[in-house]
């Protein structure tokens, strides 16, 4: 791991999108090869990092350039669209900065937000195995002088593998949460590359292990209280995983639309024997490219509510930005599995084989899918319009 030396300034929506579309047909060249052989993304990272797009998200105030959730959203879906674990490995990053945003004092903002800027990339340290439920923190935190020492186990730490700060969820004497912005090189910690998903291969979602590490006083964030009121913490958290699973659908269709029109296809069989003029397959395609329309409208549409959210923080606001982002979340999540199946049933038994990486599409949309249950997303989707109940403040919804 490495820190970028040049970090380009990006600063405007238009051009992070610009400089996205360009990221993104470099990293897809070679993607089906990383998840093949599991060949961790150490220089597309750099490239991810000098672009100048980990910053986009830093207000303009901190001299980023502060860009609406609607072209933050693109931006990840069309990396992800690339490659799905590129997509996913700054999620946390950006979930990172919005906490600073909400709850940091006015110099945290400043030191942490410059390096941002400069390239320094956060990682999590979030999840825990074995817990009561997955809200649940046994990772402690106790005061040792003018700082603090942290003491436990981590695992899901997607980006923790290649990060230079790693944002880890404590709980004080007190037993309340924190968020301890620890940097990578503290004595006593310890990232293993142990994860083994079948999909998002390369995010490095493994475990981070604190033994008695320090953290000065400066570099905690209050944690629990960004959802002890409303804040949009918990629907930013969500619109990026959205855009994982649209980036991931959209992929899964181009790569079902060139399958079909191609004339020679060296790896046809008996089981992939389509046709652009077949009625089944057309239905299938027109089924696909209307689900993937509206998830990428609803994307945009939960950007513009979760924008007005951060402009104007309230109970109505953020509830409503909540509901928009779970509408998105849920459609997302369907059309990323069924794009990615649908390729499986289009290209038969050959979609099966490494050297052609079909398969990477549905495997990655299976994972990630996982992350909350959609089914509570539909829930409180119901709930809100039926009952006029908000959703609960939390970061899965």
Same mark, same amino acid.
């Given at each position: 791991?490495?820190?970028?030396?040049?970090?380009?300034?990006?600063?405007?929506?238009?051009?992070?999108?610009?400089?996205?579309?360009?990221?993104?047909?470099?990293?897809?060249?070679?993607?089906?090869?990383?998840?093949?052989?599991?060949?961790?993304?150490?220089?597309?990272?750099?490239?991810?990092?000098?672009?100048?797009?980990?910053?986009?998200?830093?207000?303009? /105030?901190? #001299?980023?350039?502060?860009?609406?959730? !609607?072209?933050? &959203?693109? $931006?990840?879906?069309?990396?992800? @669209?690339?490659?799905?674990?590129?997509?996913?490995?700054?999620?946390?990053?950006?979930?990172?900065?919005?906490?600073?945003?909400?709850?940091?004092?006015?110099?945290?903002?400043?030191?942490?937000?410059?390096?941002?800027?400069?390239?320094?990339?956060?990682?999590?340290?979030?999840?825990?195995?074995?817990?009561?439920?997955?809200?649940?923190?046994?990772?402690?935190?106790?005061?040792?002088?003018?700082?603090?020492?942290?003491?436990?186990?981590?695992?899901? /730490?997607? #980006?923790?593998?290649?990060?230079?700060? !790693?944002?880890? &969820?404590? $709980?004080?004497?007190?037993?309340? @949460?924190?968020?301890?912005?620890?940097?990578?090189?503290?004595?006593?910690?310890?990232?293993?590359?142990?994860?083994?998903?079948?999909?998002?291969?390369?995010?490095?979602?493994?475990?981070?292990?604190?033994?008695?590490?320090?953290?000065?006083?400066?570099?905690?964030?209050?944690?629990?209280?960004?959802?002890?009121?409303?804040?949009?913490?918990?629907?930013?958290?969500?619109?990026?995983?959205?855009?994982?699973?649209?980036?991931?659908?959209?992929?899964?269709?181009?790569?079902?639309?060139?399958?079909?029109?191609?004339?020679?296809?060296?790896?046809?069989?008996?089981?992939?024997?389509?046709?652009?003029?077949?009625?089944?397959?057309?239905?299938?395609?027109?089924?696909?490219?209307?689900?993937?329309?509206?998830?990428?409208?609803?994307?945009?549409?939960?950007?513009?509510?979760?924008?007005?959210?951060?402009?104007?923080?309230?109970?109505?606001?953020?509830?409503?930005?909540?509901?928009?982002?779970?509408?998105?979340?849920?459609?997302?999540?369907?059309?990323?599995?069924?794009?990615?199946?649908?390729?499986?049933?289009?290209?038969?038994?050959?979609?099966?084989?490494?050297?052609?990486?079909?398969?990477?599409?549905?495997?990655?949309?299976?994972?990630?899918?996982?992350?909350?249950?959609?089914?509570?997303?539909?829930?409180?989707?119901?709930?809100?319009?039926?009952?006029?109940?908000?959703?609960?403040?939390?970061?899965?919804?």
């Amino acid at each position: 791991m490495t820190l970028s030396q040049h970090v380009a300034v990006i600063t405007s929506d238009e051009q992070a999108l610009i400089v996205a579309s360009d990221l993104a047909d470099d990293f897809k060249r070679d993607s089906a090869l990383r998840d093949r052989e599991r060949r961790l993304p150490h220089p597309e990272l750099e490239a991810f990092s000098r672009s100048g797009l980990w910053g986009i998200s830093v207000p303009k /105030a901190y #001299g980023g350039a502060g860009v609406s959730n !609607i072209t933050l &959203a693109k $931006v990840i879906a069309l990396i992800t @669209q690339a490659d799905g674990s590129l997509g996913q490995i700054p999620q946390n990053h950006f979930y990172a900065v919005e906490v600073l945003r909400v709850n940091a004092s006015e110099a945290q903002k400043r030191r942490l937000y410059a390096e941002v800027l400069t390239g320094q990339r956060f990682g999590n340290a979030l999840a825990e195995l074995g817990t009561q439920t997955a809200h649940h923190r046994t990772t402690r935190l106790r005061r040792d002088g003018d700082g603090y020492r942290i003491n436990g186990r981590k695992f899901y /730490a997607t #980006g923790a593998l290649y990060a230079q700060r !790693i944002p880890t &969820a404590v $709980v004080d004497e007190n037993g309340v @949460q924190q968020l301890a912005f620890v940097p990578r090189s503290s004595q006593g910690l310890t990232i293993i590359d142990d994860w083994s998903g079948f999909g998002q291969r390369t995010t490095g979602s493994g475990s981070v292990v604190f033994e008695d590490v320090y953290v000065g006083a400066a570099d905690v964030v209050p944690f629990q209280s960004a959802f002890e009121r409303p804040t949009p913490v918990g629907p930013l958290a969500q619109i990026l995983h959205a855009a994982i699973d649209t980036g991931i659908a959209r992929a899964a269709y181009e790569d079902a639309l060139q399958f079909v029109r191609s004339k020679t296809r060296p790896w046809i069989d008996a089981t992939s024997d389509v046709a652009t003029d077949d009625p089944h397959t057309l239905k299938i395609f027109g089924q696909l490219s209307s689900r993937l329309h509206a998830a990428e409208a609803l994307l945009e549409r939960a950007g513009e509510f979760l924008d007005r959210a951060q402009a104007d923080t309230n109970a109505e606001t953020v509830a409503a930005a909540s509901i928009a982002v779970a509408e998105a979340r849920a459609i997302s999540t369907e059309i990323s599995l069924a794009t990615g199946s649908t390729l499986f049933e289009l290209a038969g038994s050959q979609a099966t084989l490494a050297e052609h990486g079909l398969d990477r599409h549905w495997r990655n949309a299976r994972v990630h899918t996982l992350h909350d249950p959609v089914r509570w997303k539909y829930h409180a989707v119901g709930n809100f319009y039926l009952n006029d109940e908000k959703p609960p403040l939390r970061g899965t919804i």
